[in-house]
């Protein structure tokens, strides 16, 4: 489970390679890094990714499912269609984001695994995020609230060595955030 990988304790990895990269080296990855360590909860990473700003809030959606199910849909190898066994899962979101949260924002983010360039895997993660977006919009949820990010294969949630681990990599993640 994607989740089960990503705990609190590697936020503090990706802040700490996120710093690097932002004073260090001056990439992109920076961004990305901090994002990821946001997501997980790292207080430091949301300052600085807002510094002057009102804090961001992250809301972990699945903390809001009945189900119990983590909010995250998986894709074929090369593929943005959403497969049918995860309509409930985002009516499910749908519905939560309407009824229980209808202030949030939520944060669309589609990956793939390092299958293909990295120009096509951003723009195949993109494709993904705008299909899960699309359905969001199809079921209520105004397009304002929404925001979508393609980060191809940047941030693998297992290894790609192995099939079982480039599938963990083809999916997308949703997060609730606070305006």
């Not at 690097?20 to 994002?35: G, H, T």
């Not at 199809?138 to 929404?146: F, K, N, V, W, Y």
């Not at 990010?149 to 099939?163: D, F, H, V």
């Amino acid at each position: 489970d994607v989740y089960k990988r990503q705990d609190p304790k590697n936020a503090d990895a990706f802040y700490e390679r996120g710093l690097v990269n932002a004073y260090l080296i001056n990439n992109e990855q920076a961004r990305l890094d901090m994002e990821t360590a946001a997501c997980l909860g790292h207080e430091g990473a949301m300052e600085w990714l807002n510094p002057k700003e009102k804090e961001v809030r992250y809301i972990q959606l699945g903390d809001y499912l009945a189900s119990g199910k983590k909010p995250v849909a998986y894709f074929d190898f090369d593929k943005y269609d959403i497969k049918p066994a995860y309509n409930d899962l985002l009516n499910e979101i749908g519905m939560v984001l309407k009824e229980q949260l209808p202030e949030t924002l939520v944060l669309i983010m589609g990956h793939t695994d390092n299958s293909g360039s990295e120009e096509y895997n951003d723009n195949l993660s993109m494709r993904r995020a705008e299909a899960i977006s699309r359905n969001l919009e199809e079921s209520g949820i105004d397009s304002s609230r929404i925001i979508i990010r393609g980060y191809g294969e940047k941030n693998p949630a297992s290894s790609n060595k192995s099939e079982e681990g480039r599938t963990l990599n083809r999916r997308v993640e949703l997060i609730g955030v606070e305006r």
